[in-house]
């Protein structure tokens, strides 16, 4: 498996396995897949990466520019994250991650932010930080791995993609 950017060929790839992950988990409002489409004709598809095994996408992560309410800047958000239903649970998802915060390092980003299990994406760093919120999830699912400065302090807001559904 190689994790690489995404290209315009992998385009419906993406979007059907994003489908296929969150298609039955209770959490989703299973608009992953128009909340990608939304943020890469935007625009504000920082990074994007997907999961190639053997010349099929098999995973894909999507990072993108968050706004927080104190006007820190050079934050992003991470997510979805997309795994085949078939190969969930094999260190695609972690790899998509890990990889994903690489390059945000690399692109001198300040921190990260995502709404998510603390269980898992502990593991990669992220955790509740105090102060730093998401009005539209419990403080608990919140979380943030800041990478470079002072911690902001206020409410995260996703790009306007993330309110995307089926046209």
């Not at 050079?74 to 997510?79: D, N, Y």
Request: glycine fraction near 10%.
């Amino acid at each position: 498996m190689i994790i690489r950017n995404e290209t315009p060929a992998d385009v419906d790839a993406i979007t059907d396995v994003t489908t296929r992950a969150f298609e039955t988990p209770a959490y989703s409002s299973h608009t992953e897949q128009f909340i990608v489409l939304a943020l890469r004709r935007a625009g504000v598809l920082t990074i994007s990466l997907v999961a190639d095994l053997d010349g099929r996408v098999v995973g894909h992560v999507a990072i993108s520019p968050v706004s927080i309410s104190d006007g820190s800047s050079g934050w992003f958000g991470l997510g979805p994250v997309s795994v085949a239903p078939n190969l969930q649970r094999r260190g695609i998802g972690s790899a998509l991650i890990t990889e994903g915060l690489s390059r945000l390092r690399a692109l001198g980003a300040k921190g990260c932010f995502l709404v998510g299990n603390p269980a898992y994406y502990g593991r990669f760093g992220l955790r509740v930080v105090p102060g730093l919120v998401y009005a539209d999830a419990p403080e608990e699912v919140s979380l943030a791995l800041p990478l470079d400065g002072p911690v902001p302090q206020g409410t995260v807001n996703f790009h306007e993609s993330f309110e995307a559904t089926p046209r």
